[in-house]
């Protein structure tokens, strides 16, 4: 079973449901706590020195403080600090799956950065992430995002049209019905409003991201 993460990308994470995820230490769960609070208060450099203290203590192993780190780090701005923590977060990842989801956050910022040059790049990410995880299909929705940006809207539209069909309802298929009929309207707004649900029943919006 696949479920949609509460982690701060505008694009579509997921993560499996099945994996094995080691305990974390509590002192560890406090700091990434502490940072995602901060991050939350868009307190972005309070939050960032918290998901360090995480990193550290965890022995820089924790995939999930790095990635929260790479995202305090492009909210101010520091796009070659988020792509270093990015990497470390593939780095450190311990199965397919989690280093697709890296791989996934790391072309989602690629692609919020709404520049040319790195269009390529982003959906080179999106693709290393679905050869990581093909049955998530959430991947072909982000790299839709970045094909349409690309204005290759040819093959754009192939990866909506699977993301569709294992995904046929919801916000997010709406969205995606949006772009499959008018791809200009991904390429006006590529980061659209959609709220899920996690296993453990919370409800996160992308304006909370």
Same mark, same amino acid.
């Given at each position: 079973m696949r479920l949609f993460i509460a982690f701060s990308l505008e694009l579509i994470l997921i993560v499996s449901a099945n994996a094995v995820q080691p305990p974390m230490d509590a002192k560890v769960q406090e700091r990434l706590q502490a940072g995602k609070s901060a991050f939350n208060d868009q307190k972005y450099p309070e939050a960032?020195?918290?998901?360090? !203290?995480a990193v550290k203590l965890a022995n820089n192993s924790c995939q999930e403080?790095?990635?929260?780190?790479?995202r305090s780090y492009e909210r101010q701005g520091r796009y070659k600090d988020a792509m270093e923590n990015c990497d470390k977060a593939i780095s450190c990842a311990s199965t397919d799956g989690d280093r697709a989801v890296a791989h996934s956050a790391r072309g989602s910022m690629l692609l919020r950065? =709404?520049?040319?040059?790195?269009?390529? #790049? @982003? #959906?080179? #990410?999106?693709?290393?992430?679905i050869e990581? !995880?093909?049955? !998530?299909? @959430?991947?072909?929705? =982000?790299?839709? @995002?970045?094909?349409?940006? #690309?204005?290759? !809207?040819?093959?754009?539209?192939r990866e909506i049209e699977t993301f569709l069909a294992a995904v046929p309802a919801g916000p997010t298929a709406e969205t995606a019905r949006r772009w499959r009929d008018n791809p200009r309207r991904a390429r006006e707004n590529f980061a659209p409003e959609f709220s899920f649900t996690t296993l453990q029943g919370n409800t996160i919006a992308l304006s909370q991201l």
């Open positions: 960032a020195k918290a998901f360090k !203290d403080c790095y990635l929260w780190l790479a950065q =709404n520049q040319p040059n790195v269009l390529g #790049e @982003a #959906e080179t #990410e999106f693709r290393k992430a990581l !995880d093909p049955k !998530d299909a @959430a991947y072909h929705f =982000n790299l839709a @995002a970045a094909l349409f940006r #690309e204005k290759n !809207d040819t093959a754009g539209l």
